[in-house]
Structures are given as C-alpha cells and as structure tokens.
C-alpha cells in the first residue's frame, strides 16, 4: 500500500507566474483535500474533490483551482503568484462518501515547498 | 476568525517529563478532534483522535483529554523522548458531508536528553 505522494517537493517561481502541484492518493482513498501551510503556521483548508468534484472550499480566492482525476489523482493550481502564496501545499487524501459522516482521518504528503521571489 | 486555539506554542520538557499541549475550540459543531504529529521537512501524521462522547483517550503515551463544556482538549505526552521532539498541532471537524480540519497554530515540543 503507498502513501500520499506530491510533486514537485520544492520549487520556485516569479511573481505572476502559474503553478500546478501534483498528487496521487493514497491507495484505496477517493477523497483529496489540499492544504496551504504557511511558515511557523497550521496548515490551512484550500479545498476538496470527492470523485473529480469540487465539494468543500476554504477561504481562497479562485486563482487557487484543482482538478481530481478518474483514478482520485489530483492537482492544484494557482494563477497569479503573489509572494503570499510561499508556503508548503500539503495534499491529504481520505475515504469518504459525499453526504455521509467523514471520519476525518486525513493521511498527508509529504508537501510541496512553493517560493515566490 | 481563529476557531482553533493552541497553546504554548513552544515547550521544552526533559527526557522521562510529561509534555502537556492545550486547545480549545469556538465552534459547538465540531465533533471530531484529532491531534497531528509533524517532522521537519514532513506532512503531518495522525497521532491519536477524540470524539466528544469519551473524556479520555489512551493510546500508549499519549492521551487526550476533552472538556466538552469547557470547549477544550488536551494532548499529554507521558515520559517524554527525544524522539517525540516535533510540532504538535490539534484540529477539528464537523460531521457534516465533506471532512475538512482547523487547526491550531502548533506547538514546537523539544525533548532534551
């Protein structure tokens, strides 16, 4: 059974520049949840996909986007960097049922380190 | 709005000591609580979880303490070991048709010899 995997796990880019990190999850698991986790900080709720739909976001504004794919892979992407946005992006995946109780045992990557210069 | 707050936010306890990690919690809904464990250079791994119909959770070291009036929860980490020096963060979530987590800010635990 493998883990969560992301990559890359680290990488930097310009201001106004686009990125897209990657993950697949962990085996068995249909549910990805991406995490913003600034320095010093816990991480933070960006969103969810549960069978390749959208089905939870936090607080982030749309140039943070994601897809899921059919085999519950997913990725995240975001427009417009601002040096804000330099954190670690942390995927979890988990197994869930839309409208039933999530246990909420989330598994996480190892992340991806992001800067923006 | 912080809804989960944790605290201290470092904590040095010497070799065999026990750790104690505190958070309380704003939002009434919420009825999952689990605890992370973090490495440097690591994702966070679950270290042991609580739902608010128990008080108390034991898994070897660790255990959780929860005051559903008082909106708080407790992680106490008993004999401490140099290997359980990491960032601590606790969470919460509501039982609601998606799963999401907020967490607390962190507490970076040092185990000295």
């Known amino acids: 059974e493998t883990g969560v995997t992301q990559s890359p796990t680290h990488l930097i880019k310009t201001r106004g520049q686009q990125v897209t990190l990657r993950c697949s999850s962990q085996s068995g698991h249909n549910t990805v949840s991406w995490y913003q986790q600034a320095l010093g900080q816990g991480p933070q709720f960006i969103f969810q996909y549960y069978r390749e739909e959208e089905n939870g976001r936090g607080n982030f504004p749309p140039r943070f986007s994601g897809l899921q794919f059919p085999n519950y892979s997913s990725e995240l992407n975001v427009n417009a960097l601002e040096l804000d946005d330099s954190a670690l992006y942390l995927c979890a995946s988990s197994s869930g049922t839309s409208g039933r109780r999530n246990t909420g045992e989330l598994f996480f990557g190892e992340g991806s380190r992001l800067t923006v210069l | 709005q912080q809804q989960v707050k944790q605290s201290p936010q470092s904590l040095i306890v010497q070799k065999g000591g026990i750790s104690i990690i505190n958070c309380a919690y704003e939002n009434t809904a919420f009825d999952y609580f689990p605890w992370y464990q973090q490495f440097p250079g690591k994702g966070p791994a679950l270290l042991i979880a609580?739902?608010?119909?128990?008080s108390e959770k034991k898994e070897g070291r660790f255990t959780i303490s929860f005051n559903k009036s008082a909106k708080q929860f407790s992680l106490h980490i008993m004999d401490s070991q140099p290997g359980d020096s990491a960032t601590y963060f606790c969470a919460a979530s509501s039982g609601s048709g998606y799963s999401t987590l907020t967490f607390g800010k962190g507490t970076m635990l040092l185990v000295s010899p």
């Open positions: 609580i739902r608010p119909d128990v």
